[in-house]
């Protein structure tokens, strides 16, 4: 099916108008200069649904709506652990780590660390998370979403890619490198409304197209009557993607590790709860996210096992022409990433197609502009201002911000195309990214909840949990990477509790943060809610179990 102009009018229609809205959403107030509060924090201003709504479209993106349909294709249902868990996630970050970010008025994750320990080790996060936004992030973005568009508007051989990844890298910055977090945020809080509808009528349709009679619950019916394997949360260790999704471990081990690091202490989710009016706010934003996450795997892992089911033909099942040999590459193996963008270009009517273009696009741009917004942020007021320029005015601070973003962008779209196909790009940004969120994470919780915690522990902490990860990835064959995660984590946490004992010149840190019970209260709206995803999540995984 192919590219109608009314599609391209739509989609174009779409990109002229969120670069218009972020610019407008944007501007300098008559007699007001944009400083770097208003840059970075969109001048602490956002209410709640804009707050859950940016958090939802910065962590929807080319990762899910391609990685995670690939990995619904060769895994099944229990990739959406990855969404229901971080439903929970959300709650204890909003209940435990948010109110004491609130607390010290925070720009940046970083500036926390030098609170708390030293300016050393600050700097040293901040060069790192600068690092994997640029090298990890944005490269991996742009080219699965270069990707999806190739495969969409294009035949699939790849000679769109770098282009599509040219104009996403453009619309991204044509209004976050101006606006900041303001344009960021307020364009999030359309954006995520148009990649659940896009992506929602995708899985109406792939549903409908799966049996020859059609419908939409006779296709569920039959997807899950054709492949009840793939409908399983939990995988046995007699699954061949055990390893990826470690079955109950899942549950109680190296996911948290994995969901706590992006959620509580990545820069580029976090900011924007930072951004609050109030604590109140952010809260109830929180929970709005965690209930907006129940429902994403309905619209980035079901189609992935529709397009299983299409792809292995079972008996009932609706004959696609070609569908085999669009997934087989040439050395016979199964190009899974491809399922979402081939569902579009192939189910999707003219019109429709570029509405659940626009919503792809949507959840890239997104978290490209966010991505660039939060790396600016922490080069900016963690590098650039107390080292380069300790008495930079406003003025400059901005306009650092708005370079560093732009040179981010060049040398992602740089090193984009070289990524290659990864079979599961999803799983794959998940276990390289794990190598160091472990040690991270151990040095945050210690330094959150136990007074005695000292900076000499914490660096040494951060620099062997990299040592431990890769001497547990390189000699153990047979334990699975999130269970790598895991030990590493309890490893570096038992050095930096060791060290901390055996250093510590006062019973407590003299930095040890002083926390009482006043400050982790929450109001009926946010208890209510909370209750609510977890009753909802405790009846998901007892039916899919």
Not at 325 to 334: H, L, N, Q, R, Y
Request: charged share 10%.
């Amino acid at each position: 099916m192919s590219f109608s102009a009314l599609d391209y009018g739509i989609f174009v229609g779409y990109i002229v108008f969120i670069v218009f809205l972020g610019l407008w959403v944007s501007r300098d107030k008559k007699g007001h200069e944009k400083d770097s509060k208003d840059y970075f924090l969109a001048g602490k201003s956002l209410p709640w649904w804009a707050i859950g709504a940016s958090l939802i479209a910065a962590n929807i993106s080319a990762e899910q709506f391609i990685g995670m349909s690939g990995s619904g294709f060769a895994i099944g249902l229990a990739i959406a652990s990855y969404e229901w868990m971080a439903a929970i996630t959300l709650i204890i970050v909003g209940k435990f780590f948010l109110p004491i970010f609130i607390e010290k008025g925070l720009y940046t994750i970083p500036e926390f660390i030098e609170q708390r320990f030293s300016t050393n080790l600050k700097t040293i996060l901040a060069i790192f998370w600068v690092a994997l936004f640029i090298f990890v992030n944005l490269t991996s973005v742009l080219f699965l979403g270069g990707k999806a568009i190739d495969t969409i508007i294009g035949n699939g051989d790849g000679s769109l890619i770098f282009y599509a990844i040219l104009g996403l890298a453009f619309i991204a910055a044509a209004y976050s490198l101006y606006g900041g977090l303001s344009a960021v945020a307020w364009t999030d809080a359309l954006q995520v409304g148009l990649l659940i509808i896009g992506g929602l009528i995708t899985t109406i349709l792939a549903l409908n197209a799966v049996t020859p009679e059609g419908g939409i619950f006779n296709g569920l019916a039959h997807v899950f009557d054709k492949a009840p394997e793939k409908f399983h949360m939990i995988l046995s260790r007699e699954n061949p993607e055990y390893f990826n999704l470690p079955g109950i471990a899942v549950l109680i081990g190296g996911l948290w590790v994995a969901n706590l690091y992006y959620w509580g202490f990545n820069q580029y989710i976090i900011q924007r709860t930072l951004a609050a009016k109030s604590i109140k706010e952010a809260q109830k934003g929180i929970v709005f996210a965690a209930g907006l996450k129940l429902i994403i795997p309905l619209i980035v892992v079901i189609p992935g096992i529709v397009v299983y089911v299409m792809f292995t033909q079972p008996e009932g099942t609706a004959l696609i022409p070609g569908v085999q040999e669009s997934f087989t590459k040439a050395d016979g193996s199964v190009n899974f990433d491809k399922a979402y963008p081939w569902l579009i270009s192939t189910f999707i009517p003219n019109g429709f197609q570029g509405l659940v273009l626009a919503a792809l696009t949507a959840a890239i741009v997104s978290s490209l502009a966010s991505m660039l917004n939060s790396t600016s942020t922490i080069f900016t007021m963690d590098i650039y201002k107390p080292y380069i320029n300790k008495n930079a005015s406003e003025r400059i601070v901005v306009k650092i911000g708005r370079i560093t973003a732009a040179v981010a962008l060049v040398i992602a779209i740089a090193l984009a195309p070289v990524m290659g196909n990864i079979p599961q790009m999803f799983q794959y940004i998940q276990e390289y990214t794990g190598l160091v969120s472990p040690g991270i994470l151990a040095i945050f919780l210690m330094g959150l909840f136990w007074k005695k915690t000292t900076n000499s522990a914490a660096i040494i902490g951060a620099i062997s949990s990299i040592l431990i990860a890769f001497a547990l990835k390189a000699a153990i064959v047979d334990l699975p990477w999130m269970d790598q995660m895991l030990y590493t984590m309890l490893i570096t946490m038992a050095i930096v509790f060791g060290i901390s004992l055996t250093t510590s010149e006062n019973d407590d840190d003299p930095k040890g943060l002083i926390l009482t019970a006043k400050l982790f209260r929450t109001d009926s709206s946010f208890n209510v809610g909370a209750y609510a995803i977890l009753i909802v999540l405790v009846f998901l995984y007892t039916i899919f179990w």
